[in-house]
């Protein structure tokens, strides 16, 4: 079993920054891959950054390309969201996912999830 928790959530005006957390316990090394995803009131859940844990790489939804970087850091099993350039649109609550292996990181299939943060832009 894993654990996540995510962290860093708030509300901001837009052009404003965040940085998200998502700290994992339990058996962290059973999945090979963490997402990010946002879910707005109303609307689908929708993908918006991985990162591979093995070496690190990082991919992004072209919705938030060039704004937001996910990183990680091993020794604190934690993954990370920076956020820049907040749009009004970026309004949603933040999960992170942890896929197992067989599991992906984009669909958030075979993931374990975490309760989310809650990010508010205002314009």
């Known amino acids: 079993q894993v654990q996540l928790v995510e962290s860093g959530g708030g509300s901001v005006q837009s052009g404003g920054s965040l940085r998200l957390s998502c700290a994992a316990s339990?058996?962290?090394?059973?999945?090979?891959?963490v997402g990010w995803f946002r879910q707005a009131p109303g609307k689908e859940r929708d993908w918006v950054a991985g990162?591979?844990?093995?070496?690190?790489?990082?991919y992004y939804a072209d919705s938030v390309k060039g704004r937001f970087t996910v990183s990680q850091d091993n020794a604190k099993n934690t993954v990370y969201l920076q956020m820049n350039s907040l749009k009004p649109e970026d309004t949603a609550m933040y999960y992170c996912a942890a896929a197992v292996y067989g599991g992906n990181c984009i669909s958030g299939e075979r993931s374990y999830w975490g309760q989310g943060t809650q990010v508010t832009v205002s314009s």
């Open positions: 339990g058996y962290t090394d059973s999945y090979h891959c």
């Open positions: 990162i591979t844990t093995r070496d690190s790489g990082a």
